[in-house]
């Protein structure tokens, strides 16, 4: 007899597997899981494809996220990528090394979670496919796949001109701060994460974390935005001073951001990641589509590629995960 919640070193890839298909479903593809590769349908012919990898250590600790929070966020930060080109996400592909002694009601948790993400965020889109492997590291990579109408031209980085409005669609610095509310109250003296305790956090407090753990991209209103013809767009998911910064060098401009325009926290939205918010330009006569407000504006390049109250931002800006972290703390 098998213990309750086995480890899934005491069970098969097949076992481990039929655990997940039988949650993240229902599947949408012409073949879903189970076959050598799954199979869908193109709509408009073309493809948007992208991958981003979650590893216990520089991108979440166990302490602080649940297996249901892994998975939402694995797939919220993806669905986000595919919404920043116009698109509208299709499948999700779901890589999955784990230690042995990880419980199989965890794997259970993070396909509950990726599930969650698909049908609140991006309705029609579902986990398609996968793969399991063992390793020390907790990693979840997941590819995420989309279409583009046929008669709609993806919305790259480079397609911001002078003129333009710099607009921005959902949160700005709530889960930067989340992630300081980590490493500031919920470590111990040596600094290694300690769970967090809910009932020591205030209403806003909770929100903030929330958007670290459980973010909530704008993903319908990508294809929104590309319908309405922005002319460049990102998902904000290293700041929006570091990733309006890749924006202005792809398009050859200068981006020019109001303070005033990002809230009660300006340092938090300039420099906090992870919200996954949408960071989008618009041609001056646009209206823009419901859930962006205009941010700033686009200028002929100058000296800086962002500036901040017409000065250039001096502050340090944004997550690099090679600078940032830090392999001895983990
Ligand atoms: N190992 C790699 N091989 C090929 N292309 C890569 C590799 N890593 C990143 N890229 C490409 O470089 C570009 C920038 O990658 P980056 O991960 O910074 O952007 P992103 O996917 O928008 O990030 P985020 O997931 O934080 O939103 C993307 O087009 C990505 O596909
Ligand atoms: C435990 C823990 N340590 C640090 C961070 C910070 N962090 C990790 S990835 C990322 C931005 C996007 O990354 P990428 O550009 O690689 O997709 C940030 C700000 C975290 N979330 N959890
Ligand atoms: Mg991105």
Redesign the pocket.
Known sequence: MSAPDPTVGELSEGRILAGILARVGPSHAAVGPGDDAAVLAAPGGRVVATV?TLVHG????LAWSSAFDLGWKAAA?NLADVAAMGARPTALLVALAMPDDTRMSFVEGIADGLRAACDALAPGCAVEGGDLTVSDTLTLAVTALGALDADVSPVLRSGARPGDVVAVAGALGAAGRG?GLLFSRFTDADGSPVAVDHSALSAAERVDLAA?LRPEPPVALGADAGRHGATAMMDV??GLVLDATRLADASGVSVALTSASLGADPASALTG??DHALLATFGAAESLPAGFRVIGEVRARGEASVLVDDRPFTGRGG?D?YRD?DAGTG
């Open positions: 981003d520089p991108d979440f600790r930060v992630l670290q998911s290293d990641g992870e997550w995960p972290w």
